[in-house]
C-alpha cells in the first residue's frame, strides 16, 4: 500500500500510461483502496504524437485500448477521461478542476518520462496534491537487485539468479493480484470535461497484425498454454507459429507482469522455463535504461562510441526496404515493414546484418525500428540492438558475427517464411532459397536484387573496425 494513512482522502486521479488495462492494476488498486473516488485519466501527449506520421499503428492499438477500457469502466458507473496535450501542464490542471488529494501511476524509467514526471511532481506539490508512483510494470525495478558490492548487475546470468532467489523468497507477495475497488470509480455523471479520441484529428485507423486490448492480450495467453511447452524450440523458427505475440501487450500494459509470471508457474515446462527468462531480460533492460541512462543514445560501453562506421547510406535504405540481396534479411525486413512486427530470431539477423556487413551505426537500426515496431519499447529495442551491436551490458562477443545464409539454412530450413515475404523466390528449391544467386540465378522471378555486400570481406572488415577502439 502506499502508507497514505487509514482514512481514505476524498478524491484521487489514476493517470494511465503504459498498463490499458483493468485487471491486475496497481495504480488502480493503490487509487482505489486510498481515496472514496478514483477519476481514470489517459492524455494523449502532444509532445509525442504531434512528430508521429497519420498512419502510425501503435495509435489504432492504443485507441482500442481505450476504447475497451472505456466500455469496462461503464459497466462500473464510472468513465475514462481522454484529453490530449501537454502532460506537465494537463495533470496539474485535472488535479486542480477535480479537487484530487492524489495522482496515482505507474512508474516509468525512461529518461524523458523521468523528466517529464519530476516535473509533474512539482507542480502537484505546489498545489499540495501528491504524486503517487508505483512499480507496475516491472517484477522487481531500480535497485531492488543489486551484486555483492551493491551495485546493479551488469550481465544478465547473475541478474537472473538473483531475480528468481528473489522471486522465490516471497513468491506470493511479489506475485498477488492487485484488484481494483471499481465501486469507487468517481460516477460519468460528474466528469464534465469531454473526452477526445487519437482519430479526432490526423490519425488514420491502420490495419494491425495484433489486435489491442486487454482482452486480445488474455486470449493470446491463453493460446500460449500448449504451444508454451516447446517454447524453447520454436522461438527460434519464424515460420513456426512458437511465440507468444505479446510483445505490444506488455509494452502497453494490456497484461500484467505478475500474470505472465504466475502463468510460467502455473504450466511450468522446460519451454515455460525459457519463457519466463525472456520476461526477466524485459526486467533487466528495464533496469539498465534505468540506472544507465546514458545508453540511450549512447554505447553502454564507452569504448564503442569510438567506432567508425563507415557504412553507406544507400545500403541502410536497401536494408530498410528489404532488398539486400539476403533472403532472410529482406524477408525479415519486409515483415516488419507489412505488419509493425518482426519475429525476434529475425531481430538479431537483422542487426547483426545492418552492423557487422554493412557497418552502418546500430543507432541507425535502433531509430528505424522505433518508427516501424508495434511494440516498440526504448529498453528493449535499445538492450537488443547493443547487443547485437556488441556496444552494450552483456553484449555478443563483437568477434561472434551471424552469417546471414547459415541463419537461414538453420532457422527457416524449407525456407517457407521466406517465400511468404519474398514472393519472387517461391519458386526455388528448399537449398536455393537461401541463396539464389549461384549458377545464374540472378533476377530469378522478377527482380529479386543481387547482393549489397560480400560477407566475408565485411565480416573482416568489422573485425578490423571493432579492434580499432579495443
Known amino acids: 500500500m502506499t502508507g497514505l494513512g487509514a482514512a481514505p482522502m476524498e478524491r484521487a486521479i489514476v493517470w494511465l500510461r503504459r498498463d490499458l488495462r483493468l485487471h491486475d ?29 497519420a498512419a502510425d499503428r501503435r495509435v489504432t492499438f492504443i485507441q482500442a485500448c481505450l476504447d475497451e477500457m472505456q466500455e469496462g469502466l461503464a459497466r462500473h458507473g464510472g468513465k475514462l477521461l481522454v484529453v490530449r496535450g501537454d502532460p506537465t501542464v494537463l495533470v496539474p490542471k485535472l488535479a486542480a478542476e477535480y ?38 510494470q516491472v517484477m522487481f525495478e531500480s535497485r531492488e537487485i543489486l551484486n555483492g558490492s551493491k551495485e546493479p548487475y551488469k550481465v544478465f546470468t547473475p541478474y537472473s539468479r538473483a531475480w528468481l532467489k528473489m522471486l522465490e523468497s516471497k513468491r506470493a507477495t511479489h506475485l498477488h493480484e492487485c484488484s481494483a475497488n471499481f465501486k469507487r470509480l468517481m460516477p460519468a455523471s460528474a466528469i464534465k470535461t469531454k473526452s477526445v479520441s487519437f482519430f479526432d484529428q490526423k490519425f488514420k485507423p491502420q490495419e494491425i497484425s ?33 511465440t507468444s505475440s505479446l510483445s505490444p501487450h506488455f509494452r502497453f500494459g494490456t497484461l500484467s507482469i505478475r500474470e505472465a509470471v504466475r502463468f510460467c508457474y502455473e504450466h511450468f515446462s522446460a519451454g515455460a522455463k525459457v519463457w519466463l527468462t525472456e520476461l526477466i531480460w524485459r526486467d533487466f533492460y528495464q533496469m539498465i535504461l534505468d540506472q544507465f541512462p546514458h545508453v540511450d543514445g549512447h ?25 539486400t540481396g539476403f533472403p532472410i534479411v529482406d524477408a525479415a525486413m ?3 515493414n507489412e505488419t509493425g512486427w518482426m519475429h525476434n530470431r529475425l531481430r538479431m539477423i537483422v542487426a547483426s546484418f545492418l552492423t557487422k556487413d554493412l557497418l552502418i551505426d546500430w543507432r541507425w537500426g535502433e531509430e ?18 547493443q547487443w547485437s ?31 511468404r515475404f519474398v514472393p519472387e523466390l517461391k519458386k526455388l528449391d528448399d537449398k536455393k532459397i537461401h541463396w539464389p544467386h549461384d549458377e545464374g540465378l540472378f533476377g530469378v522471378g522478377g527482380d529479386y536484387p543481387e547482393p549489397i555486400v560480400d560477407h566475408a570481406v565485411q565480416r573482416d572488415r568489422a573485425l578490423k573496425m571493432y579492434k580499432a577502439v579495443k
Open 389 to 419: 551491436a556488441s556496444t552494450g551490458c552483456d553484449a555478443q562477443p563483437y568477434f561472434r558475427i551471424f552469417n546471414p545464409v547459415s541463419q537461414s539454412e538453420k532457422f527457416d530450413p524449407s525456407g517457407d517464411f521466406i517465400r
Open 99 to 136: 479537487k484530487v488529494q492524489a495522482v496515482f501511476t505507474g512508474r516509468d524509467y525512461e529518461p524523458a518520462t523521468k523528466k517529464r514526471d519530476a516535473v509533474v511532481d512539482s507542480a502537484l506539490k505546489r498545489a499540495g496534491v501528491r504524486l503517487v508512483a508505483v512499480k507496475d
Open 299 to 323: 554505447a553502454f560501453r564507452p569504448e564503442y562510441d569510438k567506432i567508425k562506421w563507415i557504412g553507406k547510406k544507400s545500403d541502410f535504405e536497401a536494408w530498410c526496404e528489404g532488398r
Open 368 to 385: 528505424y525500428f522505433a518508427r516501424q515496431l508495434l511494440d516498440f519499447d526504448l529498453a528493449a529495442n535499445n538492450g537488443g540492438w
Open 334 to 336: 519486409r515483415q516488419l
Open 210 to 242: 495484433i489486435a489491442g486490448g486487454e482482452k486480445a492480450a488474455r486470449r493470446s495467453l491463453k493460446s500460449f498454454t500448449d504451444a508454451i511447452r516447446d517454447y524453447g524450440n520454436d522461438r527460434n523458427f519464424p515460420a513456426v507459429d512458437g
Open 25 to 53: 492494476h496497481r495504480p488502480f488498486f493503490e487509487a482505489t483502496h486510498a481515496a472514496l473516488q478514483v477519476l481514470p485519466i489517459f492524455i494523449i501527449d502532444t509532445t509525442i504524437v504531434d512528430s508521429l506520421p
